[in-house]
């Protein structure tokens, strides 16, 4: 399979708490992308990273690769009930687009 | 912006029976993208197109599903016949170029009874 590996599964944190999730990958990539998921509709994207970065910062978003070991992660911080959703990483290459098995974050209030 | 439009939303039908999913794309984004999605897991990849050409279908059961794209804008999934295994939401997503950023629709349920 080509779709990428996440961990953990599941997360459950209280608000205001930091919340990373992690993505490993199979192949070499020109990016690798985050996108958010709330229940009962489509994804919407959070954050790229190019091949050739190591981190970037959106916002409460925090996204670190490491294409020697072939892995993500997203860290969320200042967590907040709103942020629960599952979570997806994508690796690209070329115009195509694999997405990771998910991270469902739970945002206790 | 109009966003990537997707109908029906939810689809109920027997086994056995047909189904077809519409998708309309952002104006302008080349390459339209279905993936089914069964709950609990990412996105699977089932076709790609660049304007009304097939970019890869290698993972789209081609004896039940069939895709097309004719004049490079709106795009039709159709399943026929349907399985119980079928039954997840089907997303459709695109993208100006090749690369950067996919925008999804709300995709479409399918429950198979």
């Known amino acids: 399979s080509q779709q990428g590996e996440e961990d953990p599964q599941a997360l459950s944190i209280q608000e205001g708490e930091n919340a990373t999730m992690n993505c490993s990958y199979k192949t070499s990539i020109n990016n690798l992308q985050w996108y958010r998921q709330n229940s009962g509709r489509g994804l919407v994207h959070l954050i790229l990273?190019?091949?050739?970065?190591r981190e970037k910062h959106s916002g409460r978003l925090r996204v670190t690769l490491d294409t020697s070991k072939k892995s993500s992660s997203l860290l969320i911080t200042a967590s907040r009930a709103a942020d629960t959703a599952s979570y997806f990483c994508?690796?690209?290459?070329?115009?195509?687009?694999?997405f990771g098995t998910g991270t469902s974050l739970t945002v206790i209030p | 912006e109009a966003g990537v439009a997707q109908s029906p939303r939810y689809k109920i039908i027997e086994k056995r029976q047909s189904v077809a999913f519409w998708c309309n794309p952002i104006s302008g984004h080349a390459t339209l993208y279905w993936y089914q999605q069964i709950l609990g897991q990412g996105p699977k990849l089932l076709i790609q197109f660049q304007n009304n050409g097939v970019v890869d279908d290698s993972q789209l059961p081609k004896d039940r599903f069939s895709a097309e794209r004719l004049k490079g804008v709106d795009s039709t999934l159709k399943i026929q016949p349907a399985k119980l295994e079928d039954s997840a939401v089907y997303l459709c997503?695109?993208?100006?170029?090749?690369?950067?950023?996919?925008?999804f629709g709300e995709g479409s349920r399918l429950t198979v009874l």
């Open positions: 997503a695109s993208i100006p170029g090749g690369t950067g950023e996919l925008f």
């Open positions: 990273i190019r091949s050739n970065e």
């Open positions: 994508a690796t690209n290459t070329g115009n195509q687009f694999y």
